[in-house]
């Protein structure tokens, strides 16, 4: 009786408990009072108005005691994140008035942080992503989260034993704000590496297979470098998922992980035991579709690409229905989004299991098709609408493509304008019963200017460029000079101006690019004006004897238009240019006349495709490839110049004979009036993501120079320079600067330049981040190219190689930095060992 009398007393004293306590005269649970006073208590540095407004409660409003009022203050309160310790009490109550108390503590304000266990480098940063500035309120919620925080974060660097301990010591001084000084102390121990994976249980598939299939998680092996031997908890889960994916990959469809298990070892590594289960092999039966009324059964077995008797493959099952790993995949699921189908679903479903045998239906239930309703872009602050949204491949009113959606999002992320890795198409206000939806192009703009800043020795001396380039630049609006910003952007030209000079050059250079001529049509508007000044060297004064010049002016003019066949990635270019080279007492081996002149007269044209992913700064697949055709007119035919004459004559001098020398002269000065030639280019890229983001490129370049007129020979301009960075010294005479690593610049032609070339690479490219801030990426190549004098000279396979290994850095702030390192496996022209290491550099400036 007792033990039934104390359990009702405590129920009794349970329900009639409620949240106010009353300090005074007894009051009706529930009843109305109407607030006469509040004041304030605690240890509290605001204001008594301040608190009692936080609560929400006022004085002479009527309440319930208790109600739901009093509970809303306190939330109020509590929700504030100021205070550490509340209460409300009901002080006393006369007649139908109240009188109440709000008692609180403050929170303590952090006042110094010590962190211990890191670098002082590492510190800042910990103290920005925990928010861990002076004067935050102190919270168990951020001493709870800041531990979390830090313990996750070196685990997953593979600090399996990370400690973190967070602890807060209360400030005594004559400042009467609660103050605490915080120490964090981080002990994150050694790498947790994994000695040993071992699998039990497996007969069908070796542990090496099963290994190989855990992509992040690896046992300790000297030879691998790009993933280590560090235990990540997360990273293990999944890679346990893959092993089992591994299995279903090869027809074992019921197999599963029973059970895996950690040991420590003396060493300080772990080794894991992994127990799977096999199960039997499968194959594939009778495939049926059902539902599909759009697309017959014999077009969706063809992309599916299974046939009954095939190994049993839930993995590439569901790739070929729907790969996600991939926008651009060529499955069952983009096949109907193409069509419109946005809201399609396509389930396969096993109906039968018989003898090993699995029989399904690809269930397909195709929905309306869908239009889009509107389509919007947003984040641009600089660049004008009208730039953008003439890029959209969806516009209002048509019907939904997955294609053109992807292709959106990589057309405006090759722009150029914006951050290709924040490019993203949000689906909004989707419905199926009506097959609408809205799409939102969301973009990050970044700094598409540049300053172009370049110094290095070579031609004789040290050599300086100073390049602008304004890539979305706004020449309407030139003359406002409220759009200087610093310069007028946003309608997507390019505007650039460069100057490269030297004690021997210089050169002046001005571009302008518009790539929607009219408005209306994709055709690119391109001219250019150039005017270089060249200084002979006098090899007595060791300096440029500026009373013997060769002046170079040059005006071109271009269109490129976007075609749509064979299909919409290709563009055909066209220009027009002209040269006048004007020689001044110019007087060297290549040209025999000192003073003379030669004018060139080209017509170009191309064919180029470009389909790389997104990212021009790291493109992870497509192509890239252009063929271009460079001519002039053929003057021997129709000018009854009789240049066999010439050569024999030509032939005949001495240049050692001064009359002969200057007869010389005046016949080449014939010969090269105006220069004839033609000119044959190819260049291709090719890009294939190998694993994440690891992307392999190869390329493959030629070049070649010919005559119509064999007696009136190969210009002495236009040719071709390998070797080096590519970047080339100046464009005296229409040279091209051919990269080749592990080289000097221009060191693999002759002195006069090469009239053919070859050259093949490959490329390892490893982004370490790919941020909004930065995006670096390690690099290795292996690369091997040469130019020869004549055709009859040329070998494809005779190459000078070379590898070496790189980095490249992109930021807004300082546009593309880069150094390689290159070895040179063979010989310069008219040595006998091989070249060895060359450094090289690439320098950029963006704002």
Same mark, same amino acid.
């Given at each position: 009786?007792?033990?039934?009398?104390?359990?009702?007393?405590?129920?009794?004293?349970?329900?009639?408990?409620?949240?106010?306590?009353?300090?005074?005269?007894?009051?009706?649970?529930?009843?109305?009072?109407?607030?006469?006073?509040?004041?304030?208590?605690?240890?509290?540095?605001?204001?008594?108005?301040?608190?009692?407004?936080?609560?929400?409660?006022?004085?002479?409003?009527?309440?319930?005691?208790?109600?739901?009022?009093?509970?809303?203050?306190?939330?109020?309160?509590?929700?504030?994140?100021?205070?550490?310790?509340?209460?409300?009490?009901?002080?006393?109550?006369?007649?139908?008035?109240?009188?109440?108390?709000?008692?609180?503590?403050?929170?303590?304000?952090?006042?110094?942080?010590?962190?211990?266990?890191?670098?002082?480098?590492?510190?800042?940063?910990?103290?920005?992503?925990?928010?861990?500035?002076?004067?935050?309120?102190?919270?168990?919620?951020?001493?709870?989260?800041?531990?979390?925080?830090?313990?996750?974060?070196?685990?997953?660097?593979?600090?399996?034993?990370?400690?973190?301990?967070?602890?807060?010591?209360?400030?005594?001084?004559?400042?009467?704000?609660?103050?605490?000084?915080?120490?964090?102390?981080?002990?994150?121990?050694?790498?947790?590496?994994?000695?040993?994976?071992?699998?039990?249980?497996?007969?069908?598939?070796?542990?090496?297979?099963?290994?190989?299939?855990?992509?992040?998680?690896?046992?300790?092996?000297?030879?691998?470098?790009?993933?280590?031997?560090?235990?990540?908890?997360?990273?293990?889960?999944?890679?346990?998922?893959?092993?089992?994916?591994?299995?279903?990959?090869?027809?074992?469809?019921?197999?599963?992980?029973?059970?895996?298990?950690?040991?420590?070892?003396?060493?300080?590594?772990?080794?894991?035991? $992994?127990?799977?289960? &096999? %199960?039997?092999?499968?194959? +594939?039966?009778?495939?049926?579709? !059902? *539902? #599909?009324?759009?697309? =017959? @059964?014999?077009?969706?077995?063809?992309?599916?690409?299974?046939?009954?008797?095939?190994?049993?493959?839930?993995?590439?099952?569901?790739?070929?229905?729907?790969?996600?790993?991939?926008?651009?995949?060529?499955?069952?699921?983009?096949?109907?989004?193409?069509?419109?189908?946005?809201?399609?679903?396509?389930?396969?479903?096993?109906?039968?299991?018989?003898?090993?045998?699995?029989?399904?239906? $690809?269930?397909?239930? &195709? %929905?309306?098709?869908?239009? +889009?309703?509107?389509?919007?872009? !947003? *984040? #641009?602050?600089?660049? =004008? @609408?009208?730039?953008?949204?003439?890029?959209?491949?969806?516009?209002?009113?048509?019907?939904?493509?997955?294609?053109?959606?992807?292709?959106?999002?990589?057309?405006?992320?090759?722009?150029?304008?914006?951050?290709?890795?924040?490019?993203?198409?949000?689906?909004?206000?989707?419905?199926?019963?009506?097959?609408?939806?809205?799409?939102?192009?969301?973009?990050?703009?970044?700094?598409?200017?540049?300053?172009?800043?370049? %110094?290095?020795?070579?031609?004789?001396?040290?050599?300086?460029?100073? *390049?602008?380039?304004?890539? =979305?630049?706004?020449?309407?609006?030139?003359?406002?000079?409220?759009?200087?910003?610093?310069?007028?952007?946003?309608?997507?030209?390019?505007?650039?101006?460069?100057?490269?000079?030297?004690?021997?050059?210089?050169?002046?250079?001005?571009?302008?690019?518009?790539?929607?001529?009219?408005?209306?049509?994709?055709?690119?508007?391109?001219?250019?004006?150039?005017?270089?000044?060249?200084?002979?060297?006098?090899?007595?004064?060791?300096?440029?004897?500026?009373?013997?010049?060769?002046?170079?002016?040059?005006?071109?003019?271009?269109?490129?238009?976007?075609?749509?066949?064979?299909?919409?990635?290709?563009?055909?270019?066209?220009?027009?240019?002209?040269?006048?080279?004007?020689?001044?007492?110019?007087?060297?081996?290549?040209?025999?006349?000192?003073?003379?002149?030669?004018?060139?007269?080209?017509?170009?044209?191309?064919?180029?495709?470009?389909?790389?992913?997104?990212?021009?700064?790291?493109?992870?697949?497509?192509?890239?490839?252009?063929?271009?055709?460079?001519?002039?007119?053929?003057?021997?035919?129709?000018?009854?110049?009789?240049?066999?004459?010439?050569?024999?004559?030509?032939?005949?001098?001495?240049?050692?004979?001064?009359?002969?020398?200057?007869?010389?002269?005046?016949?080449?000065?014939?010969?090269?009036?105006?220069?004839?030639?033609?000119?044959?280019?190819?260049?291709?890229?090719?890009?294939?993501?190998?694993?994440?983001?690891?992307?392999?490129?190869?390329?493959?370049?030629?070049?070649?120079?010919?005559?119509?007129?064999?007696?009136?020979?190969?210009?002495?301009?236009?040719?071709?320079?390998?070797?080096?960075?590519?970047?080339?010294?100046?464009?005296?005479?229409?040279?091209?600067?051919?990269?080749?690593?592990?080289?000097?610049?221009?060191?693999?032609?002759?002195?006069?330049?090469?009239?053919?070339?070859?050259?093949?690479?490959?490329?390892?490219?490893?982004?370490?981040?790919?941020?909004?801030?930065?995006?670096?990426?390690?690099?290795?190549?292996?690369?091997?190219?040469?130019?020869?004098?004549?055709?009859?000279?040329?070998?494809?396979?005779?190459?000078?190689?070379?590898?070496?290994?790189?980095?490249?850095?992109?930021?807004?702030?300082?546009?593309?930095?880069?150094?390689?390192?290159?070895?040179?496996?063979?010989?310069?022209?008219?040595?006998?060992?091989?070249?060895?290491?060359?450094?090289?550099?690439?320098?950029?400036?963006?704002?």
């Amino acid at each position: 009786m007792k033990t039934i009398f104390n359990t009702f007393f405590i129920a009794f004293l349970l329900l009639t408990s409620f949240a106010l306590t009353a300090q005074e005269s007894p009051y009706n649970s529930g009843q109305k009072y109407t607030i006469a006073e509040i004041v304030v208590s605690g240890d509290t540095n605001f204001s008594e108005a301040t608190i009692i407004t936080f609560s929400g409660l006022r004085k002479g409003e009527v309440i319930a005691i208790p109600g739901e009022r009093i509970s809303e203050a306190l939330k109020k309160l509590w929700g504030s994140n100021l205070f550490s310790n509340i209460d409300i009490y009901l002080t006393k109550t006369v007649g139908d008035t109240a009188y109440l108390e709000i008692s609180l503590q403050d929170l303590p304000e952090l006042n110094n942080l010590e962190i211990r266990g890191v670098k002082k480098g590492k510190k800042d940063a910990i103290i920005k992503d925990n928010k861990l500035n002076k004067g935050v309120k102190v919270t168990e919620n951020l001493i709870t989260t800041t531990k979390n925080y830090l313990t996750d974060k070196y685990r997953k660097e593979g600090f399996y034993n990370t400690k973190v301990s967070v602890t807060t010591s209360f400030l005594n001084d004559s400042i009467e704000k609660s103050r605490v000084n915080m120490l964090v102390d981080i002990q994150k121990n050694d790498k947790v590496k994994i000695k040993d994976i071992d699998f039990i249980g497996n007969e069908k598939l070796s542990d090496k297979q099963l290994r190989k299939a855990m992509k992040d998680t690896k046992q300790k092996n000297f030879l691998r470098f790009l993933k280590r031997s560090k235990y990540v908890k997360a990273t293990y889960k999944e890679d346990l998922v893959k092993v089992v994916d591994k299995y279903k990959e090869n027809g074992y469809r019921d197999a599963r992980v029973i059970s895996d298990s950690i040991y420590n070892n003396p060493d300080g590594t772990i080794s894991i035991a $992994i127990k799977v289960e &096999e %199960g039997e092999k499968y194959t +594939f039966g009778k495939i049926a579709f !059902v *539902g #599909n009324t759009i697309f =017959n @059964d014999q077009l969706l077995a063809g992309l599916l690409g299974i046939q009954p008797g095939d190994t049993y493959n839930g993995v590439e099952l569901k790739k070929r229905i729907a790969d996600d790993s991939r926008p651009d995949a060529q499955d069952i699921t983009t096949l109907y989004q193409d069509s419109g189908y946005l809201f399609s679903t396509i389930n396969p479903v096993e109906i039968s299991a018989d003898g090993n045998v699995i029989d399904m239906e $690809i269930r397909i239930s &195709e %929905g309306k098709p869908a239009y +889009f309703n509107n389509v919007s872009v !947003v *984040g #641009n602050d600089k660049t =004008n @609408d009208r730039v953008i949204y003439r890029e959209l491949r969806t516009r209002p009113g048509q019907l939904y493509s997955k294609t053109a959606v992807v292709r959106t999002v990589r057309e405006l992320g090759q722009l150029g304008f914006f951050d290709a890795q924040q490019l993203s198409p949000n689906f909004k206000n989707a419905n199926p019963n009506e097959g609408t939806l809205d799409m939102e192009y969301s973009v990050v703009e970044k700094g598409s200017s540049q300053i172009e800043l370049q %110094g290095g020795y070579g031609g004789g001396g040290f050599i300086g460029t100073l *390049g602008l380039s304004f890539n =979305n630049f706004a020449i309407k609006d030139i003359f406002k000079r409220e759009a200087y910003k610093p310069v007028p952007t946003g309608d997507g030209q390019s505007l650039a101006l460069r100057l490269q000079a030297s004690r021997f050059y210089q050169t002046y250079s001005f571009s302008f690019t518009e790539p929607w001529l009219g408005g209306k049509r994709p055709v690119q508007f391109s001219t250019s004006l150039s005017h270089t000044k060249q200084f002979l060297y006098d090899p007595r004064t060791r300096d440029a004897d500026k009373s013997k010049r060769f002046n170079i002016t040059g005006l071109t003019v271009g269109l490129a238009k976007r075609l749509t066949r064979p299909d919409d990635y290709f563009t055909l270019s066209q220009a027009v240019s002209f040269q006048h080279y004007d020689l001044q007492n110019y007087n060297t081996g290549l040209f025999t006349f000192g003073d003379g002149y030669s004018q060139n007269l080209s017509y170009t044209i191309g064919l180029s495709r470009d389909n790389t992913h997104t990212d021009p700064i790291y493109p992870t697949g497509g192509s890239r490839f252009s063929v271009t055709a460079k001519f002039s007119p053929p003057y021997s035919m129709f000018n009854n110049v009789d240049y066999t004459a010439l050569k024999d004559e030509r032939a005949a001098l001495d240049p050692a004979n001064p009359d002969d020398y200057a007869r010389m002269g005046e016949i080449d000065q014939e010969r090269y009036k105006w220069l004839e030639f033609y000119k044959v280019k190819f260049k291709g890229d090719w890009y294939t993501k190998v694993v994440d983001k690891l992307v392999i490129k190869t390329g493959l370049e030629f070049g070649f120079l010919g005559a119509y007129n064999q007696d009136r020979g190969v210009i002495p301009f236009e040719r071709f320079f390998v070797g080096g960075d590519g970047l080339g010294n100046y464009s005296l005479d229409g040279r091209e600067s051919i990269a080749l690593r592990g080289y000097p610049n221009q060191s693999l032609s002759s002195q006069d330049g090469g009239t053919i070339y070859n050259k093949f690479s490959l490329e390892v490219r490893y982004p370490i981040t790919l941020g909004a801030q930065a995006k670096i990426y390690a690099l290795s190549f292996v690369e091997g190219g040469n130019s020869f004098d004549n055709f009859k000279d040329y070998n494809p396979f005779e190459l000078k190689r070379s590898a070496g290994v790189g980095l490249r850095i992109f930021m807004p702030a300082f546009g593309l930095l880069g150094i390689d390192f290159g070895y040179g496996f063979d010989s310069l022209p008219g040595q006998n060992s091989p070249n060895g290491w060359e450094t090289h550099f690439i320098i950029g400036q963006q704002f």
